[in-house]
C-alpha cells in the first residue's frame, strides 16, 4: 500500500467567526476521535496534516491543497460547511470521509456528498478504508464497528495533536482526556443511550496523567466523557495515585446523582474546578442503569440534590469558599425565572411578597405547564423559546 497524505479536520464551528468567546475557547473544544484518528494514519505508516477549526482560520490555507483522503469530524450544525468541503476536495481529485455526530446519527444524507460514512469507528474499520481508499459515487458506503473502541492510543502518541489544537488557544488551554465510553443511562434524547457504558483502562489513564504533568506545569483537563465517574472510586483512585494534590485541574460532565457529598468533596480535593451536571431520564427509561425513581419521584430526588448542590457553588464551607463551581440546568432555570409576561412585575421584585422557597413545588409546576418540553426533546429537538401556552 502506498504512502498516502491524509488530511484530518475537526470542524469545531460551523462558520467564520471573530468573536472573543471562539478566540478564547473554540481550540478547547478540539475532539479527542480526529486526534486518534491522525495516531492510527501514522501507525499505518501514512503523512498526516491535522487541523482543528476554529472559526478564525482561512480553510483553504489550512488544509492542504494535494491530500489523497481526507477525513472531516462534523456536528450536525457544521454539516452545510462539511458537505461543502466534501465537493471541494472531491473535485481536486481527494477521497473524502466523514465521521462524528453528524456521520452517525445521518449516514443516509451524508452519504450523497461524501465517499465513506463512518458511524463507530474502530482501527480495523480505518485500516479498511485506508487500504481501499476509491472514490463511491454518487452514494458514499456507509462503515460502523460492531461497537466502540475498547482502547484509545495514550496521550504521548496523540500529543503533537494536542499541541496543534491548543497552540490557537492564547490563554486557557484544556487538554481533552477520556476515561471511559458510552453511558448507563437511556434516556431518550441522547445519542449516548444506546450504547453500552464501557470504562477503558485506568492503568492507561494514569499512564496519561504522569506524561501530561511532564509536559505541562499545572494543566486544566477537561474529561470527554459521556458520563464522568460512574465508576466513582475507581477513577478517583486512578488520579489520587498519577496525580500529587494542587498540580492539575479538571472539568467533567457528570450525572447529578452521582455529586453527593462524599463524592463532591472528593471531587474538590483532587482539583475538580467546574462540573456539567446531567438529569438522567424522568422517565421510564433508566433499565440499562436499574433506575428504580421516574415521575415526580425523580423529581423529587433532584429537588433534594439541587438544594444540597446550593445552586451554583457546591463542595465549600465557611472556611473553604472556593468549593467547586456546577453550571446550573439553564434551560429548566430559564423557563422558571421568566414564566411571566412582559407587562408583568416580576415576583422578586416586589419586596412584600413571599418569596419561593421550595424548589420542588417550582419544577413540578413547570413541569406540569411545559409538557412540550419532553415531547420536543423525545424527538430530538431542543426546546429554546417560551411556550405559547
Same mark, same amino acid.
Given at each position: 500500500?502506498?504512502?498516502? %497524505? ?77 458537505? #461543502? ?16 455526530? /453528524? ?78 465510553? @458510552? ?62 494534590? @494542587?498540580?492539575?485541574? %479538571? ?11 462524599? %463524592? ?21 427509561? #433508566? ?7 421516574? @415521575? ?10 439541587? /438544594? ?14 472556593? @468549593? ?8 429548566? /432555570? ?5 414564566? /411571566? ?49
Amino acid at each position: 500500500m502506498r504512502q498516502l %497524505h491524509i488530511g484530518i479536520l475537526d470542524l469545531v464551528t460551523k462558520s467564520p467567526t471573530r468573536s472573543l468567546y471562539a478566540r478564547v475557547m473554540h481550540a478547547n473544544l478540539a475532539s479527542i476521535m480526529p486526534q486518534v484518528l491522525g495516531v492510527w494514519c501514522e501507525r499505518a505508516g501514512h503523512r498526516v496534516s491535522y487541523v482543528c477549526y476554529t472559526g478564525l482560520e482561512n480553510l483553504l490555507d489550512e488544509v492542504p491543497p494535494d491530500v489523497d483522503l481526507l477525513f472531516i469530524g462534523a456536528f450536525t450544525q457544521a454539516a452545510q460547511l462539511a458537505y #461543502g468541503l466534501s465537493n471541494l476536495f472531491r473535485k481536486r481529485g481527494a477521497v473524502t470521509v466523514l465521521g462524528g455526530p /453528524h456521520a452517525r446519527c445521518y449516514p443516509e444524507d451524508a452519504a450523497r456528498y461524501f465517499d465513506y460514512v463512518l458511524g463507530f469507528t474502530d482501527q480495523t474499520t480505518v485500516d479498511e478504508v485506508l487500504r481501499e481508499c476509491t472514490p463511491h459515487r454518487p452514494l458514499g458506503r456507509c462503515l460502523s464497528a460492531s461497537r466502540q473502541p475498547t482502547e484509545f492510543p495514550p496521550l504521548a502518541e496523540r500529543w503533537k495533536f494536542v499541541q496543534a489544537a491548543l497552540r490557537k488557544a492564547p490563554t486557557i488551554k484544556i487538554v481533552p482526556m477520556i476515561g471511559s465510553l @458510552g453511558c448507563p443511562y437511556t434516556c431518550s434524547f441522547c445519542i449516548d443511550s444506546t450504547v453500552d457504558y464501557q470504562p477503558l483502562g485506568f492503568p492507561q489513564l494514569q499512564e496519561d496523567l504522569r506524561f501530561l504533568l511532564s509536559r505541562v506545569k499545572r494543566p486544566i483537563v477537561g474529561w470527554h466523557d459521556p458520563n464522568f465517574g460512574i465508576k466513582f472510586d475507581q477513577y478517583m483512585d486512578a488520579i489520587e495515585a498519577a496525580v500529587p494534590p @494542587g498540580r492539575m485541574r %479538571h472539568i467533567a460532565e457528570t450525572s447529578l446523582s452521582i455529586l453527593s457529598e462524599p %463524592h463532591l468533596a472528593r471531587l474538590q480535593r483532587n482539583g475538580f474546578r467546574a462540573i456539567l451536571p446531567g438529569i438522567e431520564s424522568w422517565f421510564d427509561l #433508566g433499565n440499562k442503569s436499574k433506575t428504580r425513581l421516574t @415521575g415526580v419521584a425523580k423529581v423529587r430526588q433532584v429537588a433534594q440534590q439541587r /438544594h444540597g448542590a446550593d445552586g451554583n457553588r457546591i463542595g465549600g464551607d465557611e472556611r473553604n469558599q472556593e @468549593g467547586i463551581k456546577i453550571m446550573r440546568i439553564t434551560l429548566l /432555570h430559564k423557563k422558571m425565572e421568566n414564566r /411571566h409576561r412582559p407587562d408583568e412585575k416580576r415576583q422578586d421584585d416586589d419586596p412584600q411578597k413571599e418569596q419561593p422557597s421550595d424548589f420542588f413545588a417550582q419544577i413540578c409546576a413547570f413541569v406540569t405547564q411545559n409538557t412540550y418540553l419532553y415531547r420536543l426533546t423525545n424527538n430530538g429537538c431542543y426546546a429554546t423559546e417560551e411556550s405559547s401556552d
